[in-house]
């Protein structure tokens, strides 16, 4: 094919011997659509390592120790020989405010902190926040933080706190998010399950097609059929180039992907307690602002009975 402009702005391009016109810009719209959806985020495989995991409780030191060694045990994925890893526990005297346990936080620098929602607080029988402690160390700090379920609320479903077989990563854009699918895959167990999960907004969706439905030039369907259609590509594609990479570094884990469209607060609820899920790892910090990403909050503040790891 042999392709040039004319003086006019035409397109004159022939094609096996025969000669066609055509606008010019509206084939460089058409050659630049065709090579951005040729171009497609690969997954990016970082192994996470974690040599200070660090155990927050409210208990003093015999209750302390007895909830650490359970920690342990449900994280029995991070027990690699490979790797030397320490694990730290803070006891409920030895801080009395969020001043004081952030300042102990900075001196010993973990790599994750893993504690329960509503600590150093009496309102774990309230299903209403996470309380001030945990709010305040998820986005004061970068560090990665655990949350699990209050020991005393015994809200915890029946497979949680065992195992990490089950790990479920959710998200509204896992394109490119080769950090939470790390995370995800690092805490899921051999001959384990990670789901990687993308839920596009309904509502949002809802709303700009119904913004181009008033604009008489453009054909709502073909809309509604595209779009849908291409935002549910570009994350199905780079969690099929997940599955790709886990497989050649942790092939005794087995990928699942859904990439769906729905409300999202309520369809995050129904996928984990459909899948039995034992771990939920979700982003949390926003650069723009200081309160929690996204549907980070909600979720959190709603599922609360299993392990939720907050990045």
Not at 6 to 27: E, F, Q
Not at 87 to 103: Q, R, Y
Not at 104 to 127: A, F, G
Not at 161 to 176: C, E, F, R, S, Y
């Amino acid at each position: 094919m042999v392709i040039r402009t004319n003086r006019t702005g035409h397109l004159i391009y022939s094609y096996k011997g025969i000669v066609h016109k055509g606008i010019a810009h509206k084939w460089v719209d058409q050659f630049e659509s065709v090579f951005r959806s040729a171009v497609k985020a690969v997954y990016q495989y970082e192994h996470i390592t974690i040599p200070n995991f660090l155990m927050i409780t409210d208990y003093e030191q015999a209750e302390a120790y007895a909830w650490s060694e359970q920690v342990k045990s449900f994280l029995s994925v991070l027990s690699d020989e490979s790797e030397s890893m320490v694990w730290s526990v803070i006891a409920g005297g030895e801080f009395n405010s969020i001043e004081e346990l952030l300042a102990i936080v900075e001196e010993k620098s973990p790599d994750m902190i893993c504690t329960y929602r509503h600590l150093h607080s009496n309102q774990w029988q309230q299903p209403y926040s996470l309380g001030d402690y945990i709010e305040v160390l998820t986005q004061a700090t970068d560090i990665p933080v655990m949350v699990l379920p209050h020991p005393k609320a015994n809200r915890a479903s029946a497979h949680a706190l065992k195992d990490t077989n089950v790990v479920m990563a959710i998200t509204d854009h896992i394109t490119g998010d080769n950090r939470l699918v790390n995370y995800a895959m690092r805490f899921t167990e051999q001959n384990g399950v990670l789901f990687l999960t993308h839920v596009e907004d309904q509502s949002s969706f809802d709303r700009f097609l119904d913004a181009i439905s008033k604009i008489p030039t453009l054909d709502t369907d073909l809309a509604r059929e595209e779009i849908s259609k291409q935002l549910l590509k570009e994350p199905l594609d780079f969690i099929l180039s997940c599955r790709d990479g886990v497989f050649e570094h942790r092939s005794s884990i087995h990928i699942e992907e859904i990439v769906t469209m729905g409300h999202q607060l309520s369809t995050y609820k129904e996928l984990v307690q459909e899948h039995q899920v034992d771990l939920l790892v979700m982003n949390t910090k926003d650069a723009d602002q200081l309160a929690m990403h996204g549907m980070a909050y909600p979720l959190a503040v709603e599922l609360r009975e299993i392990p939720l790891l907050m990045l």
